[in-house]
């Protein structure tokens, strides 16, 4: 018994290989891991806050303030 089923084995690898049907670079890829919202609590946290350059912090509503240390 084990004999026949080596030897359907064997006749499977004899099969000459096929050739490639697709390619790589075809078709289009839409990130679907990307489209997901940041899910941890206070991952968007930073978008309150400033950001600062040199002396000066510019606010996303595009109000600037100058530093004086």
Known sequence: MMTNERGKWLKELEQPVKPKEWHKMSGQY???????????????NH?????RRGNTLYYRDGRTERVTQ
Request: aromatic share 0%; net charge negative; charged share 20%.
């Open 30 to 44: 839409h990130c679907p891991e990307l489209s997901l919202p940041a899910v941890r609590a206070g991952a968007d």
């Open 47 to 51: 978008a309150e806050h400033p950001s």
